[in-house]
């Protein structure tokens, strides 16, 4: 069966920091995968999806960045945080519809 | 823009009733939808998918699409204290995205 994890499981950064987090999937091949934040109280926002190796589609502009060095790895950067930044990061991957499985998530707390 | 909303709540439930939770889209042409549950600090769980109009019961829980008036339904039978979370209606919106409703907020008071 398949599995995703995501690390770490909470993180508090100062303003200006970096940030690696990161999204490992187990069970499946070229899955696509997505990174969202949900802001305390507020819906899903997708900010990063991908197809495969290399693959990355940006959905809001701002800091974060995203990459895809391994078939199932997902991993979100950035290179200075702001204090907007803070939220719950989830990893997602696509089942065989196009139903979304989502990990633990990680929960970021800029200060 | 395409949009799913969902009435925030809260809704509260007694104990054993039906909750039903609802939501709308704009996306005429979406062919998949779903509902995830969340339980406060955790991430969103799949509950229920649905294809086609009519009903899809799974357990306690009923699925209902109606794509003519682009409306879609949950409810959950025989409510449990366990079942206070919020549920996200999440509608396909191409091969590889789905967009989310904002959830909706459920308290079973026992």
């Known amino acids: 069966s398949q599995t995703i994890h995501q690390w770490p499981a909470t993180l508090v950064q100062p303003v200006g920091s970096p940030l690696s987090l990161e999204c490992t999937v187990e069970?499946?091949?070229?899955?696509?995968l997505y990174w969202y934040r949900q802001a305390a109280g507020r819906g899903l926002q997708l900010l990063f999806y991908?197809?495969?190796?290399?693959?990355i589609s940006s959905e809001v502009p701002q800091n974060l960045s995203a990459s895809r060095p391994q078939d199932r790895q997902f991993i979100l950067s950035s290179k200075k945080l702001l204090l907007s930044d803070s939220g719950f990061y989830l990893c997602?991957?696509?089942?065989?519809?196009?139903?979304?499985?989502f990990g633990p998530g990680t929960r970021l707390t800029v200060t | 823009q395409k949009e799913v909303e969902q009435n925030s709540g809260p809704l509260s439930v007694p104990e054993g009733a039906i909750a039903s939770l609802n939501c709308t889209y704009s996306?005429?042409?979406?062919?998949?939808f779903f509902w995830y549950r969340q339980y406060s600090g955790k991430s969103p769980e799949l509950i229920m998918s649905?294809?086609?109009?009519g009903d899809k019961e799974d357990g306690r829980f009923t699925a209902q699409l109606n794509k003519a008036s682009q409306y879609v339904s949950l409810l959950i039978r025989d409510s449990q204290p366990s079942d206070s979370a919020t549920y996200l209606c999440?509608?396909?919106?191409?091969?590889?995205?789905?967009?989310f409703g904002s959830g909706t907020r459920l308290s079973i008071r026992p």
């Open positions: 996306d005429r042409g979406s062919q998949s």
């Open positions: 999440a509608v396909g919106s191409s091969a590889s995205k789905i967009i």
């Open positions: 997602a991957w696509q089942g065989q519809g196009i139903e979304q499985y």
């Open positions: 649905i294809y086609s109009n």
């Open positions: 069970g499946t091949s070229n899955p696509n």
């Open positions: 991908s197809v495969g190796i290399g693959q």
